[in-house]
């Protein structure tokens, strides 16, 4: 019921600060107060293969990014942004969706960032991507990991 509340909130508040493409104070203190949860294993085939894409472009991504190569940071942030998503029936929680929408929006001001070729906006649009996968990881994938290791009967870590 509290996560219901907070999901509410969040989602008026990401209506009302649509116009920008970078993160307000609000939108990052919402992505803190996500709690964690499992997903269905429904969904699990799915994001593992997404996943897999991510981690290859955001690694070469930070590369590009160091380096100011705004060419190549526009191609790997633009198979982020490209990459597919879960239909709004499938997603485990509403707040998943806001999550991988956010993604998208972040992936895409990166893209906006090395058209201008702005060292300034790319550092701050690439900055609110990576706090995007935190968040969605802090509330998904963390439990999934701690689930995991109950599963084996390992002893789960200490918060
Ligand atoms: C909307 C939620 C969401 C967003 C946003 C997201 N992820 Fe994930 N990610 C997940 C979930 C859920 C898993 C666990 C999937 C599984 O193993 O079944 C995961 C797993 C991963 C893994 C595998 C990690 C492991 O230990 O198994 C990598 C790598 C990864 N994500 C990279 C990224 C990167 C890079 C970004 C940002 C560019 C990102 N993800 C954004 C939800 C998200």
């Given at each position: 019921?509290r996560?219901?509340?907070?999901?509410?909130?969040?989602?008026?508040?990401?209506?009302?600060?649509?116009?920008s493409?970078?993160?307000?104070?609000?939108?990052?203190?919402?992505?803190?107060?996500?709690?964690?949860?499992?997903?269905?294993t429904?969904?699990?085939?799915?994001?593992?293969?997404?996943?897999?894409?991510?981690?290859?472009?955001?690694?070469?991504l930070?590369?590009?990014?160091?380096?100011?190569?705004?060419?190549?940071?526009?191609?790997?942030?633009?198979?982020?942004?490209?990459?597919?998503?879960?239909?709004?029936?499938n997603?485990?929680?509403?707040?998943?969706?806001?999550?991988?929408?956010?993604?998208?929006?972040?992936?895409?001001?990166?893209?906006?960032?090395?058209?201008?070729?702005?060292?300034?906006?790319?550092?701050?649009?690439?900055?609110?991507?990576?706090?995007t996968c935190?968040?969605?990881h802090?509330?998904?994938l963390?439990?999934?990991r701690e689930?995991?290791k109950?599963?084996?009967?390992?002893?789960p870590?200490?918060?």
């Amino acid at each position: 019921m509290r996560l219901l509340a907070a999901v509410l909130c969040l989602t008026s508040v990401f209506a009302s600060a649509q116009d920008s493409v970078f993160p307000t104070k609000e939108e990052k203190k919402m992505a803190r107060i996500i709690e964690q949860q499992l997903v269905t294993t429904e969904v699990k085939a799915f994001l593992k293969a997404k996943m897999k894409l991510h981690s290859k472009d955001m690694r070469d991504l930070v590369l590009a990014v160091a380096t100011l190569k705004y060419d190549e940071a526009k191609r790997y942030a633009q198979g982020i942004a490209n990459s597919p998503r879960l239909t709004e029936e499938n997603v485990p929680a509403p707040a998943f969706k806001v999550l991988q929408d956010n993604l998208r929006k972040d992936a895409n001001a990166v893209i906006a960032a090395c058209d201008k070729k702005s060292p300034e906006e790319l550092s701050v649009a690439f900055d609110s991507m990576i706090a995007t996968c935190m968040s969605c990881h802090n509330a998904y994938l963390v439990p999934m990991r701690e689930q995991k290791k109950v599963e084996k009967g390992e002893k789960p870590a200490a918060k």
